[in-house]
């Protein structure tokens, strides 16, 4: 199981025997979370609109919560769909932001983020003393951690796994 939660991400190792799970390790990072990419993209769209307005919305806290929620949501649409708008109206001093982010942009912002998916993965199962190979089916929990990108270093490590059904 891998969730990439909000304020960590966590892998787990599960034994399923007779009908009965079990944990067999886990491992978490709150190196890599949901916060940091949403983040990473918020920055993307503040450095955007200042260059296209000459006005800095990072001096207000107002601007920024509300750039921030709507870069939330455009991560939820990104995990399915290739592109989202980020919109905010009145972003900041009266001036509309829309900015049309697609999933290969938040993939490259976010690429040293996203790297860590395997190295963490591969340490649940070190401390289950498992490799890879025995692994049978990879299920990503959450969101985010249904994000292409996740996906892909994800099977990268798991070759032989079956992705679990969405």
Not at 65 to 70: F, H, W
Not at 84 to 93: F, G
Not at 94 to 111: F, K, M, Y
Request: charged fraction near 20%; hydrophobic fraction near 45%.
């Amino acid at each position: 199981v891998f969730d990439l939660g909000w304020s960590a991400s966590h892998a787990a190792v599960l034994d399923a025997t007779g009908g009965v799970l079990r944990v067999e390790a886990s491992a978490s990072s709150s190196e890599l979370s949901g916060s940091l990419l949403v983040s990473a993209l918020v920055r993307f769209c503040a450095q955007a609109f200042q260059r296209r307005h000459r006005l800095d919305p990072t001096e207000s806290p107002k601007s920024m919560a509300k750039l921030s929620r709507a870069c939330e949501e455009a991560m939820r649409v990104l995990s399915t769909a290739q592109q989202a708008t980020v919109s905010v109206e009145a972003l900041y001093e009266g001036v509309d932001l829309s900015e049309r982010v697609t999933r290969a942009r938040v993939e490259d912002l976010c690429g040293a983020h996203l790297r860590a998916v395997a190295p963490l993965a591969a340490r649940a199962l070190e401390e289950a003393g498992v490799s890879a190979a025995d692994v049978d089916v990879v299920l990503p929990a959450g969101a985010l951690s249904r994000m292409p990108r996740v996906q892909q270093e994800l099977s990268a490590l798991f070759p032989g796994a079956a992705a679990a059904p969405r």
